[in-house]
């Protein structure tokens, strides 16, 4: 959201109040994580006595909840209503020391220090190592207010309804922070645009626009900068960003009201930044060793029944393409019914027996909910009696007909009705269902009335922690910790502890795939571990090659799912090249499986995501900040999928000495190169001196992995390595191999 006309000017019907100076600097322990310091910032700069009459203030204290962070916290008025940040599980670990004096105050976070200049100008610094990191200055904190009829570009003109959905405010609160001579900005949740927020305009509101779009299905107010901190804007309401694109100096960040809260996080590495950041907003449980293997779906419109499931899973089979999951799509409920719960009779007419079937077959079962409820549905009236769905002011059930008639939508604040829609779940799963494909959960409205009263305008980012919790809290208490996995279209901060998430609805090409890539990398910088797509893409039916190029990239992940909207994704469907490409690349994924469950157990303790953009892996190689067409599967494994017709690929390698895992050809690397590669192939380098965990199976992903384990010791190491190895069944070794002596 723009304010300004430029460096010197306002646009027209915006007000802007600025901290001017640090007036008091005072400790306080009346903070929420104790020892702190609050600093009057009046507006004007106080040069006598009665500049201090007919004068707003805004009140900016700071706290730490945890080694490393420091909080925050911007008031123009506090006597409003509180706002409700997000789920903090890792705040409340360690307390800050406070020191006030002449030369101002000094709030010591650990690795993070909050440093505040007395008098004026307005100077607010945060230092990691000793060295300032980033800092709000002179017209940094801002409170404004629009006129009717202000401009401030997101598709609001006044006090109407933005474009996307949000209500019209009048006021808002700002921070601006440096930015400095080459810093990077990333993250901001799965934003399918350039890797590199720089430039960029981004609003955090949730929004079912498909992957070709600025919109996102998971917005993520946290930014990680390559400076060596991150900072998670704590409001998971509509916050507005301008990143270099407004003051081209500095990252704004604005909401609407009286207050602004954030935090600042300390690195100095990137996943130093990521592991407290996670830490602070929730970390991902294990999730199961059969989740990492293939899922194949029925795709969303096309007909199916069991004998087109059983048809799908017998080809698989003789093909030797391992599945390890099946999942039916919307229509296994009945039309206009969604969600009843119940299987449609006319197709599945023996869902009991059927998924017994299923499961003889050492298949795993998934299928797809949403949180409506059509009115045709008879839970309809069912929930609307109980009061478990969403009203408007009236009192009257809130319904459209976008996605099912007349639908509404489960009120997932009160108790109540979520332990409704458990039961619904704990039937399927008693029934033999093994997870959830839990889908939409963006488009949530805001003329609404919430059972606990929340904030409108807040629910609709946050409802859909509160949706995936609920269906995940179920699979935990039926089938355990470790045994949970979700596949999730929507999130905000702190949805990485409900994985697994997918991309949403790319279409069928090139550019798009290669948009999916960028998205799962700016998530991933966003803390979240686990993450999937739709291979092929999902709108349209891909060409042969596309879908060949797609599942070689889709099967180097930590999650992998066949699926489309209007047609069946079985590779025969294509060409039997796709076949053998599809073989080949499942096989390999089977014998990564201890290379993978291993990263994802580590990605448990330390946040650090299995799918790894080269910026976070390698932070001082200055040529990896912009890279979003390659990635790092975990710390050793290099992957640049092929988005072109003729197979052509432009890749760098960092310093030292690669090898093909594909062909055992060595390459040096600090460079860039250019590759073409056959169907059956694409570059994957395994880093220098790396030691791979490699597994003897190649027909399902859950197995003992010690069982006759090999390790491949490539070129470009010296010394010795130990490599830790744990099995589905939690049995961990450590094994030690001799750099020196190459088996590649």
């Known amino acids: 959201m723009k304010f300004t006309d430029g460096f010197w000017q306002l646009r027209p019907g915006v007000t802007a109040l600025y901290a001017q100076e640090a007036y008091d600097i ?42 490393g962070v420091i909080r925050v916290r911007i008031a123009h008025h506090s006597g409003g209503r509180a706002h409700t940040g997000f789920a903090l599980p890792g705040a409340g670990g360690a307390a800050a020391s406070v020191t006030v004096s002449d030369a101002g105050g000094i709030l010591d976070a650990g690795s993070l220090i909050a440093r505040i200049a007395p008098g004026a100008p307005w100077d607010l610094s945060f230092e990691v190592g000793g060295r300032r990191v980033t800092g709000s200055g002179g017209k940094s904190q801002g409170y404004l207010r629009l006129a009717p009829g202000a401009a401030v570009d997101v598709g609001v003109v006044g006090n109407t309804q933005y474009d996307a959905g949000v209500p ?168 206009f019914n969604w969600c009843d719960f119940e299987w449609d009779p006319r197709v599945f007419p023996d869902p009991d027996g059927m ?34 769905l969403v009203t408007r002011a009236d009192g009257s059930v809130w319904q459209w007909d976008l996605w099912q008639a007349g639908m509404g939508l489960v009120d997932f604040t009160n108790p109540d009705a979520t332990a409704w829609y458990q039961a619904k779940l704990r039937a399927l799963v008693d ?14 409205p805001t003329d609404v009335v919430w059972a606990d009263g929340s904030d409108p305008e807040r629910m609709h980012n946050l409802y ?16 355990g910790e470790g045994e949970a996995v979700l596949f999730a279209r929507s999130a905000t901060a702190g949805g990485q502890s409900m994985p697994v998430h997918w991309g949403g609805d790319s279409t069928s090409t090139f550019a798009s795939m290669a948009e999916t890539l960028r998205g799962g990398l700016s998530l991933a910088l966003s803390g979240f571990a686990f993450w999937s797509h ?38 025969w469907a294509f060409d039997e090249e796709a076949v053998e490409v599809t073989r080949r690349f499942t096989h390999l994924k089977m014998q990564l499986m201890p290379y993978l469950y291993q990263h994802g157990l580590d990605a448990v303790q330390t946040g650090v995501p299995l799918m790894r953009p080269m910026a976070l892996e390698f932070p001082d190689d200055t040529a990896t900040g912009h890279l979003d067409r390659q990635y790092m599967l975990g710390s050793d494994l290099l992957v640049a999928p092929v988005f072109s017709e003729d197979g052509m690929v432009d890749l760098y390698l960092p310093a030292g000495e690669w090898t093909s895992l594909l062909t055992g050809e060595t ?18 380098y395994v880093r220098p001196g790396a030691v791979l965990p490699w597994g003897a199976r190649t027909d399902r992903p859950d197995y003992d ?32 191999a001799n750099l020196e002596e190459v088996t590649g």
């Open 168 to 335: 019209a405010a009048s006021a808002f609160v700002h921070e601006q922070l440096d930015l400095g001579v080459g810093e990077l900005i990333y993250g901001l949740g799965e934003r399918f645009g350039p890797l590199v927020k720089n430039g960029q305009s981004v609003e955090i509101w949730n929004a079912d626009g498909g992957t070709s779009s600025e919109q996102a299905y998971k917005n993520v107010p946290f930014h990680l900068s390559n400076r060596g901190y991150g900072v998670l804007v704590n409001d998971p309401g509509h916050v507005s960003y301008e990143i270099g694109s407004e003051a081209v100096e500095r990252v704004q960040f604005s909401v609407a009201g009286e207050v602004l809260e954030y935090f600042v996080i300390a690195g100095p590495t990137p996943k130093e930044v990521l592991g407290r950041y996670t830490a602070l907003t929730g970390r991902p449980p294990v999730v199961p060793a059969w989740s990492y293997g293939l899922w194949l779906s029925t795709s969303f419109t096309t007909d199916y029944d069991e004998q087109t499931v059983t048809s799908f899973i017998d080809e698989m089979a003789a093909r030797e393409l391992p599945v390890s999951v099946f999942h039916f799509d919307c229509f296994w409920m009945r039309e």
């Open 534 to 571: 739709d291979i092929g893409g999902f709108e349209g039916t891909p060409d042969a090659g596309v879908f060949k190029r797609w599942t070689a990239f889709g099967m180097l992940g930590s999650h992998s799912r066949f699926h489309g909207s209007g047609s069946y994704r079985v590779p």
């Open 464 to 479: 859909t922690d509160l949706y995936n919790r609920a269906v995940h809290d179920v699979l935990v208490d039926a089938r």
């Open 355 to 388: 998924l017994a079937r299923l499961h003889d077959r050492d298949l795993r079962v998934c299928v797809w909910i949403n949180p409506y409820i059509g009115q045709r549905s008879a839970l309809f009236r069912e929930a609307a009696d109980q009061g478990f």
């Open 431 to 444: 029934q033999g269902v093994d997870c959830f494909k839990t889908d939409f959960g963006e488009r949530i």
């Open 667 to 684: 390459v040096t690397g600090g460079a860039w190169r250019r590759e073409t590669h056959g169907f059956d192939s694409l570059p994957l």
């Open 26 to 67: 005072d400790a306080t322990d009346d903070t929420p994580d104790g020892p702190g310091i609050v600093i009057t910032a009046p507006t004007a700069v106080i040069a006598r006595r009665g500049d201090v009459l007919n004068r707003a203030t805004l009140t900016t204290t700071l706290s730490s909840p945890a080694e």
């Open 705 to 736: 992995y010690h069982d006759g384990l090999r390790l491949r010791v490539f070129a470009g190491g010296s010394g010795t390595a130990s490599v830790r190895v744990t099995a589905p069944d939690g049995t961990a070794r450590s094994y030690t």
